[in-house]
């Protein structure tokens, strides 16, 4: 279990500053949440740290290693999964095989022993095909196993993109907007299932949400973004009673 | 333990490596078996003519072709309008033996399946330096990309004097256990090398399905942004699907060279890249015996046409021009009416058929 550090990053797109001189440091096994208005930059900064934005000034590190210039793919390899806002499931698939592909970089056979199948890869697959169906289970996925993603609902496509982001067995997990468009209980159902994963996995939270008041009540450490500046950061009670989130959200006088 | 291991209802699995498996019931595994066999010993009750085992023979190098541009085209998503030259490139990897070493050495005429093989590997070494620009591009820039291969092979092929300018360069007989395969045993015998070359190959398309190298394609078609974070390379990706269906495009084109016995280039121009296309199309784009159902169904067609339009010439000579325009014709109608009312192809078919049976003896 490592801490992430966002030191100073900038992120500019021609004139623009979708992140200016963020600060923030995500502890090992807390839920840290970011909130924010629309277009603050929570979502460019989940991008910054899962590689598909590199930041044009400062610096991102998780434990010793530096993300600032990695690919996607590489973050991933250091044990940070992602959970997309806008579902970046593979369609045209079932819910099984969506798993089992994020299960890529633990199947350590060569490309003649997946010819051949029989011996290596045969065994290989059948452990991937267990720890993906614990994960099916940990996320009440069963009725949906074979069904294909493009045809499920939209809160259930939710579900296999966050279940998909479990099955590479993150040690840092980053949900961006989990409960967007959910009904009350869907985002009970979601809350039950973060807490869970915290508890039960052990796994360090980065949330990026709306809905503040699931944000003040699950969150141990909140980060405040507007115009792509840091605003506030503390414990929920500290950003209840901060001026400066009070007028972003609200609005001033 | 599942009580009944021939029919799909009531079988349960009991254990992931019973899920894996490639023949689910006993009964698929059987109906297999008797094709396969089926397939190997009708040459000996029947005599056929050269004209038609050249058909038969046709079919099945195209089967080869086609497992490869569906795994480029059907499973990674990635339209290659260059899959004759592909083609080609294993074909005139023979025939740049045969102008260097002479026809008849005994590379080509005694080590003929290494040369197989090794025509193969050059297929996917050039499979993957054309899916280079798939690092970047993608969708129809991409076919472009491909495009251009074809191009630049046709013209390289056409002005070297080396490959003979394109006309026919000659490849010898080759050596069976036997001695020499004689002219009469030609077709029948490359017949049966083709055969296991298209098991072989379609086993292992099976086999890398399920396992990650084959998941990765599917992974890149769908999506590849989610591809790159779930750990794989998506331009990676993409090169390797190139260079697994240029490797079996080289085969073909080999087989394709020692089934003609000789290598010409208007065997591997655009117009056979968009046949190969449409006949992926035909059979089903990313299913695997869709490369099976495509090019069957391409050729036989023609085959038909072609026998109606000489009938036609010949009780109405006036309509002479008009047989011609018949082939292209109902080709290009096929594939029109198959994007149209089914686009993924005769291998849907197969599925409906497959989902009917499944829950037999009930109905739902």
């Known amino acids: 279990m490592q801490t992430l550090h966002v030191s100073d990053v900038t992120l500019t797109f021609g004139g623009l500053n979708a992140l200016s001189n963020v600060n923030m440091e995500i502890k090992p096994g807390l839920i840290t949440s970011v909130i924010g208005p629309n277009g603050a930059g929570k979502t460019s900064l989940l991008n910054c740290v899962s590689g598909f934005y590199h930041p044009t000034k400062g610096d991102i590190t998780y434990g010793a290693k530096h993300l600032t210039h990695s690919s996607p793919h590489q973050v991933t390899k250091l044990g940070i999964a992602r959970a997309f806002q806008n579902l ?59 069904s294909i993603v493009g045809n499920l609902s939209y809160g259930v496509q939710k579900r296999v993109e966050v279940a998909r982001a479990l099955t590479l067995a993150p040690d840092l997990l980053l949900l961006d907007e989990p409960m967007a468009g959910m009904n009350i209980e869907e985002k009970e159902d979601v809350v039950r299932f973060i807490m869970d994963i915290k508890q039960e996995r052990n796994t360090t939270i980065v949330l990026v949400e709306h809905d503040l008041g699931v944000v003040m009540d699950i969150s141990d450490q909140i980060y405040v973004l507007d115009f792509g500046e840091l605003i506030g950061a503390g414990t ?18 | 333990m599942a ?23 006993h009964l698929d595994r059987s109906i297999f078996i008797v094709f396969l066999s089926a397939l ?33 085209t059907g499973f990674a998503g990635l339209i290659s309008i260059g899959h004759a030259a592909f083609v080609g490139v294993g074909a005139y990897t023979l025939a740049s033996f045969s102008r260097v070493l002479g026809d008849s050495n005994m590379l080509l005429t005694h080590a003929w399946p290494l040369m197989i093989v090794l025509s193969g590997l050059m297929g996917a ?7 280079l620009p798939a690092m970047r591009l993608k969708h129809l820039y991409l076919a472009i990309a491909t495009l251009s291969f074809q191009m630049i092979f046709q013209w390289t092929i056409n002005f070297m004097d080396f490959f003979d300018q394109g006309q026919t360069i000659s490849i010898g007989r080759v050596h069976w256990l036997t001695g020499e395969v004689a002219r009469k045993d030609h077709y029948v015998f490359w017949y049966y090398i083709i055969l296991v070359f298209i098991v072989l190959c379609g086993f292992m398309v099976r086999n890398l399905l399920r396992t990650r190298y084959g998941r990765c394609l599917s992974a890149v078609r769908d999506n590849d942004r989610a591809a790159d974070a779930m750990g794989m390379h998506p331009g990676f990706t993409k090169v390797y699907a190139f260079g697994l269906a240029g490797f079996f495009a080289g085969i073909a084109g080999a087989l394709h060279a020692y089934l003609y016995r000789g290598v010409g280039i208007e065997s ?11 006949m992926a199309i ?3 784009l990313g299913t695997l015996h869709g490369s099976f159902w495509g090019p069957a169904a391409i050729k036989v067609l023609d085959l038909q046409v072609e026998i109606l339009a000489e009938k036609a010439a010949h ?19 096929v594939i029109v009416l198959f994007l149209m009312f089914e686009p993924r192809g005769i291998a849907n078919w197969w599925r409906i058929v497959k989902s009917y049976t499944k829950l037999w003896p009930f109905r739902y």
């Open chain 1, 88 to 146: 970046e499931l593979f369609r045209g698939l079932s819910v099984l095989d969506n798993l089992l592909l994020a299960r890529h970089t633990n199947l350590n056979y060569n490309i003649f022993q997946a010819i051949i199948f029989f011996g290596k890869a045969a065994r290989l697959e059948a452990e991937n095909r267990a720890s993906v169906e614990e994960v099916i289970e940990f996320m009440e996925l069963e009725p949906y196993r074979k």
């Open chain 1, 236 to 253: 929920p009670k500290d950003i209840a009673s901060n001026q400066k989130v009070i007028e972003a959200y609200i609005g001033e006088d």
């Open chain 2, 3 to 25: 009580t009944n291991r021939w029919l799909a209802t009531g079988n349960y699995h009991i254990s992931y490596q019973d899920e894996q498996k490639i023949f689910s019931t």
């Open chain 2, 40 to 72: 190997f010993i009708w040459p000996l009750f029947f005599e056929v003519s050269n004209k038609f085992m050249l058909v038969i023979d046709n079919i099945m190098i195209a089967v080869v072709a086609i497992i490869g541009l569906n795994i480029v």
């Open chain 2, 125 to 131: 070494v050039f499979g993957a330096i054309v899916g």
């Open chain 2, 268 to 278: 591997f121009t655009l117009h056979e890249s968009i046949t190969y296309l449409a």
């Open chain 2, 282 to 284: 035909v059979g089903g």
């Open chain 2, 315 to 333: 009780f109405l000579p006036a309509s002479m021009n008009l047989a011609t325009a018949l082939r292209p014709f109902t080709f290009g109608l």
